[in-house]
């Protein structure tokens, strides 16, 4: 039986798509006892280096991010641009969009989750350019889509 390219211990993220990333960034602290995060919007395919389904994209999204130990939540606004993030609003409206795993070899993990029936959607650099993550189309199997995160190594 050949190993798992993705392991529990890698969990880190539950991702959530949202119309108005600041008001539910407000909802979610006062809920939960969190401060407000910063809001962070992401570039466009200049800096990201974004591709949907293979071609390169202007999609951007408004992000606020949740540090709760080892889980974070992740809130995306996406703009009106065709990606992931505004295909699963436009059909879903608001929800879990995606969970996430730390990987070393972004590559490598994309290969062994193809074999699985896992296609990429969306790639794309972090907005400080220091990792990248990836979407794959997992939502028919397994209720919602898995992203790889992965950080550069500093040379």
């Known amino acids: 039986m050949n190993a798992p390219v993705l392991r529990p211990e890698t969990l880190c993220q539950v991702g959530f798509v949202v119309h108005d990333v600041a008001a539910t960034a407000r909802k979610y602290a006062e809920a939960f006892g969190?401060?407000?995060?910063?809001?962070?919007?992401?570039?466009?395919?200049?800096?990201?280096?974004?591709?949907?389904?293979?071609?390169?994209?202007?999609?951007?999204?408004?992000?606020?991010?949740?540090?709760?130990?080892?889980?974070?939540?992740?809130?995306?606004?996406?703009?009106?641009?065709?990606?992931?993030?505004?295909?699963?609003?436009?059909t879903n409206g608001e929800g879990v969009h995606h969970i996430a795993f730390r990987v070393a070899d972004t590559k490598a993990a994309e290969a062994g989750l193809a074999g699985q029936g896992f296609p990429t959607l969306q790639q794309g650099l972090f907005v400080d350019g220091s990792g990248m993550y990836t979407y794959l189309d997992t939502a028919p199997q397994l209720g919602v889509m898995i992203e790889l995160l992965e950080t550069f190594r500093k040379s």
């Not at 951007?60 to 949740?66: G, H, V």
């Open 34 to 90: 969190f401060p407000v995060p910063p809001i962070i919007e992401t570039p466009g395919f200049d800096k990201a280096r974004t591709t949907v389904n293979g071609e390169p994209s202007e999609a951007t999204a408004k992000l606020a991010f949740f540090q709760t130990g080892q889980l974070v939540i992740e809130l995306i606004q996406p703009d009106e641009t065709p990606s992931v993030w505004r295909d699963f609003l436009e």
